[in-house]
């Protein structure tokens, strides 16, 4: 057994860089930082505007393996400044969330999501929702 650090840690290190020495890099699109049982969010979307990001998503759930008060963790990272952000204001059956954003327009953003059961022992895989550039606030 292995804390989920570590195993995402494995899991970046074993699919998510590419390349050869020296000129290595990472494909987000294959980071997976949850693995789990939970049922994946459907129809998921994002639209940045300004120093906000919406995240969309349907509230539906096959009740077998999900509940509608799961939460909502959304994960972005900002590759510019080697930082993230999280957030778990969200429940499934909300069906959307508006983050603020606090970046500088310029900056690449990644964006990861998955659910958590309410007594935080189940989640469901992460997805990978793409990256944006963050643009002047409107």
């Known amino acids: 057994k292995i804390t989920g650090y570590n195993a995402a840690v494995r899991e970046f290190i074993n699919n998510a860089i590419t390349g050869e020495y020296p000129d290595f890099s990472v494909d987000y699109s294959?980071?997976?930082?949850?693995?789990?049982?939970?049922?994946?969010?459907?129809?998921?979307?994002?639209?940045?505007?300004?120093?906000?990001?919406?995240?969309?998503?349907?509230?539906?759930?096959?009740?077998?393996?999900?509940?509608?008060?799961d939460e909502v963790l959304i994960l972005l990272y900002n590759s510019a400044s080697d930082d993230y952000m999280t957030n778990m204001t969200a429940k499934r059956y909300d069906g959307e969330l508006i983050l603020e954003l606090a970046e500088k327009p310029g900056d690449s953003m990644e964006v990861w999501l998955f659910c958590v059961n309410k007594d935080r022992k189940s989640v469901s895989s992460s997805q990978y929702l793409g990256a944006f550039i963050v643009s002047e606030p409107s």
């Not at 997976?32 to 969309?56: D, F, H, M, R, Y």
């Open 30 to 69: 294959k980071m997976q930082l949850s693995k789990g049982a939970l049922n994946q969010l459907k129809q998921v979307t994002i639209t940045p505007l300004g120093n906000e990001l919406t995240v969309k998503w349907s509230p539906i759930v096959d009740t077998m393996l999900g509940n509608t008060d």
